[in-house]
């Protein structure tokens, strides 16, 4: 993937440039999650459509990892609007709000 300058934007929703990605596998990071973190990359409206496989080939290229062993970006629910109706009263009506906290991974690996 040499082709690419350090300039070049992979995640074009945040603008996030290749540069800034290797920057970040420098101090550590070794998965889409990590570099999702550090830098917003894939945190845009595609939500890592775009950027994903690109991020994949510079985690590869900068740390050897085989493709296999880097994970996908976690996939989270869209957020919902709620009338400010239901927050500004004691309201129960929040069975319908998915919380990012459903969704903690645990020390041993697993997801609560």
Avoid at 35 to 53: A, D, E, F, N, V
Avoid at 58 to 86: A, H, N, Q, V, W
Avoid at 88 to 105: A, M, P, Q, R, Y
């Amino acid at each position: 993937m040499n082709r690419l300058d350090k300039n070049t934007i992979i995640c074009r929703c945040e603008e996030i440039s290749y540069e800034e990605i290797e920057d970040v596998i420098s101090v550590g990071a070794r998965r889409f999650d990590d570099i999702k973190r550090l830098t917003r990359c894939g945190m845009g409206p595609c939500q890592s459509k775009i950027c994903c496989s690109l991020v994949a080939e510079i985690i590869y290229e900068k740390t050897g990892l085989p493709f296999p062993e880097i994970p996908l970006p976690r996939m989270r629910m869209p957020i919902s609007p709620i009338k400010i109706d239901t927050l500004t009263t004691n309201s129960t009506i929040f069975s319908s709000v998915k919380s990012v906290l459903d969704e903690v991974e645990l020390e041993d690996g697993k997801v609560k």
